[in-house]
Structure formats: structure tokens, C-alpha cells
């Protein structure tokens, strides 16, 4: 509703400005609803013994909801990716932290292990449809980023079949099965979109690459790319060579034009987490850009630009 109403604004339309602020009052109500919803709810244990608050799946209801379809697919991570609730914050770590101990690792509501200890990272992190999950996004809005691609490669792992190179719906009965629907156009679009992500995320007026690329995509010698990708600032090609061995990367960015964002961050996530040295553009002073931790910040762009990063 917030994002149809900024379309309906930007366009012009005079119910523009009345349907966001509609939007923005009914998500308060939503969230007052949940927040009174985890007061009446009974906490929920950890794997460290530790309680935290439980937010249930809908409103009205006290605890669990039935199965993985209620209670960990349409559960309450979508108070996070929606950011009715502040993914940074305590009451988002709570329901990341119970997902991952009680809903993913469960024969109720995702999948059982059988050595939960050893399996955990390599199996845990998603439920019974991986793809169709907001798990990864949550990760993504908290800048967490190894848990991001942790999520993203384990449920690509799970579902993707080599036979007919697509994702089936679920792995079922076990992880080494399949079930449903092989060309799935909901779930295999949603693993798209978060590749995609690694690359290339709009956030408000700003243009964010390169945020979760694996750090051996970035090892020396290796080059990856983007191209003709549709954003809300118009289309965009990157492209990004490794020679880290000379302590260099090199990034060939054509941006998008169409309405060009305020600014545009760039992140090299380096093999060995290397601090950068130094950056140099092909076309522009010193002082048009900054560095801030492991994000180049450059202004709107608006003819392609060889961007040189030593470390």
C-alpha cells in the first residue's frame, strides 16, 4: 500500500498523498495489533535456554499457529520485511532468533535433523518451500550478510535439480526428494530476485551494489557481471574484475539515467577483507566521492564510469 501510493504520488495522481497516509496508519495498526498479540502470547525457549517473545502468525491467536504454511511461512519474519518493524532492532532479533532455533530446524514446522548440532549451518536457515520464503530478505534489511547468502545458498542447495537445471516447490519427504511443482514461477523468481540483490538494491533514492557478493566471487582473477538490469532509476550494467593480487578491483559501471538516484553506494567485499587504500575514478575529481567502512559513495552518474579501488 506505501509503495502504490508513492507510485500514485510521483505520477501526479491527487490521491497520491491521502493513500500513503492511509498506508502509514494502518501499518500502525497492524503493529500495535501484534505487539498486544506478543503480550498475551506465552515466551518461547532458545537453544541457549534462553526466553524471548513470541509473535504469533496472526492476530487473535495465543502461541503456535498450525503447520510450516501458517507458522513460519506467513509468520511474523514479515513484520521484518516489511519493516513495520525496525530490522535492527530487539523485537526483530527475537523473531530471527526463534525462527532459526525452534521453526526452521523443526519436523512441525520446517524440516528435522537428526544431528542438530552438526547440521544446523548447512541445513538450517530456510522451511518446506526454501524459495517462496522471506528468510534471506530479513538478513539483507540488517546488513547481515554472510547469514543473507547463508540463507540463499541453502535454499537454492535444497531445491535446485540438475536434471531439469529448476527449483522444485519443496524437497519433500527429505531434503533428497522433490515434490510439487518443478518451474515454479513464484518461488524460482523470488531466488532470482535475490541474486539479484547481491548486485543491485534500490533503497529510496539510493542505488546500493554490490551489498552481498560473496567474497570468492571477488578472488584474484575472477570477473562477474550485470547487465541490462531494470531498476526504479532505469537500467544498469556492472561489471567487476579481480586482480587482488596487485591489490586492485576494478568496476566498469554504466548507471541508470532514466531518473538518476541521489547518490549511489558501492561495496567490493574483499577475499581477505582487505581495508581499502584508495580510489580512483575515470572522470571525476578527488572530492567527488567518499569512502565509508566497505561503501563507495559517489554522486548520481550519468555517463559510464571506470571506478579503480586499491587495497
Known amino acids: 500500500m506505501h509503495w502504490a501510493a508513492k507510485v500514485l504520488d ?7 498523498p491521502r493513500l500513503a497516509k492511509e498506508a502509514e496508519a494502518y501499518g500502525q495498526d497492524i503493529l500495535a495489533s501484534f505487539r498486544e498479540a506478543a503480550l498475551l502470547s506465552p515466551l518461547v525457549r532458545l537453544r541457549d535456554g534462553t526466553y524471548v517473545p513470541y509473535y504469533p502468525s496472526r ?3 495465543r502461541g503456535r499457529s498450525f503447520g510450516w504454511m501458517r507458522e513460519t511461512l506467513d509468520g511474523s519474519l514479515n513484520l521484518i520485511c516489511t519493516e513495520l518493524l525496525d530490522p535492527n532492532g530487539e523485537e526483530a532479533l527475537w ?6 532455533d525452534n521453526r526452521y530446524v523443526s519436523a512441525r514446522y520446517g524440516y528435522s535433523l537428526e544431528d542438530e548440532e552438526r547440521w544446523w549451518f548447512d541445513r538450517g536457515g530456510f522451511s518446506v518451500q526454501p524459495n517462496l520464503l522471506q528468510g534471506p530478505i530479513a538478513y539483507l534489511l540488517r546488513d547481515e550478510v554472510n547469514h543473507y547468502l547463508r540463507s540463499y545458498f541453502n535454499s537454492f542447495a535444497a531445491t535446485f535439480r540438475r536434471d531439469t537445471r529448476a527449483c522444485t516447490e519443496h524437497p519433500m ?5 522433490w515434490a510439487g511443482d518443478h518451474f515454479k514461477t513464484s518461488d524460482e523468481a523470488q531466488s532470482a530476485h535475490w541474486l539479484r540483490l ?5 533503497r529510496g533514492e539510493e542505488l546500493c551494489l554490490g551489498r552481498a557478493l560473496p567474497r570468492r566471487w571477488l578472488e584474484d582473477g575472477l570477473r562477474i557481471a550485470i547487465r541490462r538490469a531494470m531498476t526504479h532509476f532505469g537500467a544498469m550494467s556492472m561489471e567487476i574484475e579481480s586482480a587482488v593480487a596487485r591489490g586492485q578491483i576494478t568496476v566498469r559501471l554504466d548507471p541508470p539515467r532514466r531518473n538518476p538516484p541521489s547518490r549511489i553506494r558501492l561495496r567490493l567485499r574483499h577475499p581477505d577483507a582487505a581495508p581499502i587504500q584508495s580510489v580512483k575514478l575515470d572522470r571525476m575529481g ?6 565509508e567502512d566497505d561503501w563507495i559513495v559517489l554522486p548520481a552518474l550519468d555517463s559510464p564510469t571506470t571506478i579503480t579501488v586499491s587495497y
Open 95 to 100: 523473531i530471527i532468533k526463534d525462527y532459526e
Open 198 to 202: 547481491m548486485f543491485v538494491q534500490e
Open 10 to 16: 510521483d505520477t501526479g495522481h491527487p490521491e497520491g
Open 173 to 177: 519427504p527429505t531434503l533428497a526428494d
Open 59 to 61: 492476530l487473535y491467536l
Open 286 to 291: 578527488e572530492a567527488e566521492w567518499t569512502i
